[in-house]
């Protein structure tokens, strides 16, 4: 059975950092695209970043978050990471990561709809 499951969300004042980890199992990892999504009740799910499993692993963010947040992977612990830094009250948001079979074709990095596989999520509470 897949798994996803995030952790390291909190609360933090504007301006801080917060690093978010997604632990996978029962997938091979290294097969995998992975991505970032977060969202606020009441609003559509947004993109946040995302990693390929090909092409040298290039990376992906929403202009919101460019510069501001990093995406990396650890392949030997199936685990991606998120380290955000300058929070913002608008980051406020449950932030979820999803992966996508790589060998399955259709990845869009930004597109909710194009991920197999959904971790719960993890709050982060950004105050000004």
């Known amino acids: 059975q897949v798994q996803l499951v995030e952790s390291g969300g909190g609360s933090v004042q504007a301006g801080g950092s917060l690093e978010l980890s997604c632990a996978t199992s029962?997938?091979?990892?290294?097969?995998?695209?992975m991505a970032w999504f977060r969202q606020v009740p009441g609003k559509e799910r947004e993109f946040v970043a995302a990693m390929s499993r090909t092409s040298g692993g290039i990376k992906y963010y929403a202009d919101s978050v460019k510069g501001r947040f990093t995406m990396s992977r650890d392949d030997a612990k199936s685990t991606v990471y998120l380290q955000m830094n300058n929070l913002k009250a608008e980051d406020t948001a449950v932030y979820a990561c999803?992966?996508?079979?790589?060998?399955?074709?259709?990845?869009?990095?930004?597109?909710?709809?194009?991920?197999?596989?959904w971790g719960h999520g993890t709050q982060v509470t950004v105050s000004a």
């Open positions: 999803a992966a996508k079979d790589r060998y399955i074709h259709g990845w869009i990095p930004s597109a909710h709809a194009a991920y197999d596989y």
């Open positions: 029962g997938l091979t990892f290294r097969n995998y695209h």
